[in-house]
């Protein structure tokens, strides 16, 4: 069956240093990967989409990356700032299905 | 733009009772969707409307969940008759286009059910 994983460890890091959380997923051929920003007691919000043949995008101060041979995307933060601290969502879709297929998310604290 | 919107924003019920949720997608998009999110877990989809039709419902229990969309607009979710494990966030998203995957999805902040 499908499966995505990310990191369900918190991930703590310095205020400034770059953060990078992990997606990966196996028994899926996904067409395009999203990531997600959800705060505690809201919905999640869209941050930046990637198309399978597409090996980065970026975005101010986030990049992803997506590569299809290892079945892994990276999400970066430059220049973290407290105010980024939040759970992040890697969303799977394909062109056939539209719907999503959630990860089920990393959470990111960033410390002054 | 007002955002999508959902009552109520928590509901406490017991098990076997009965529950509804209400949505109000973004105006003007065509689609859809309702997903469960079980606390330390991503959402996970209920169920995807296209104006008033529905595209994939998969993932729905329909022996106690259902979902309609009247007039393509809002939406409405009933849970009949409840269980301990539905406790979880119920999350409506909507979009704009029709076709596209790279659609972009807005979710509304959901409702949070707590069956005992």
């Known amino acids: 069956s499908q499966k995505i994983e990310q990191n369900s460890e918190a991930l703590n890091i310095q205020e400034g240093k770059t953060a990078t959380l992990t997606c990966n997923y196996t028994?899926?051929?996904?067409?395009?990967l999203q990531w997600y920003r959800q705060d505690p007691g809201r919905g999640p919000v869209f941050l930046l989409l990637?198309?399978?043949?597409?090996k980065e995008k970026r975005k101010e101060r986030l990049k992803v990356t997506f590569d299809t041979t290892l079945k892994q995307s990276l999400f970066h933060i430059t220049a973290s700032q407290p105010a980024d601290s939040a759970t992040y969502l890697c969303?799977?879709?394909?062109?056939?299905?539209?719907?999503?297929?959630f990860g089920s998310g990393t959470r990111l604290q960033v410390q002054p | 733009e007002a955002g999508v919107a959902q009552s109520p924003r928590y509901k406490i019920i017991e098990k076997r009772q009965s529950v509804a949720f209400w949505c109000n997608p973004i105006s003007g998009h065509a689609t859809l969707y309702w997903y469960q999110q079980i606390l330390g877990q991503g959402p996970k989809l209920l169920i995807q409307?296209?104006?008033?039709?529905?595209?994939?419902d998969s993932q729905l229990p329909k022996d106690r969940f259902s979902a309609e969309r009247l007039k393509g607009v809002d939406s409405t979710l009933k849970i009949q008759p409840a269980k301990l494990e539905d406790s979880a966030v119920y999350l409506c998203?909507?979009?704009?286009?029709?076709?596209?995957?790279?659609?972009?999805?807005?979710f509304g902040p959901g409702t949070r059910l707590t069956v005992l």
């Open positions: 998203a909507s979009s704009l286009l029709q076709g596209p995957s790279t659609d972009t999805q807005y």
């Open positions: 028994n899926y051929s996904p067409a395009y």
């Open positions: 990637i198309r399978e043949n597409e």
């Open positions: 409307f296209q104006n008033n039709g529905v595209v994939d």
């Open positions: 969303a799977l879709s394909n062109t056939g299905r539209r719907a999503l297929t």
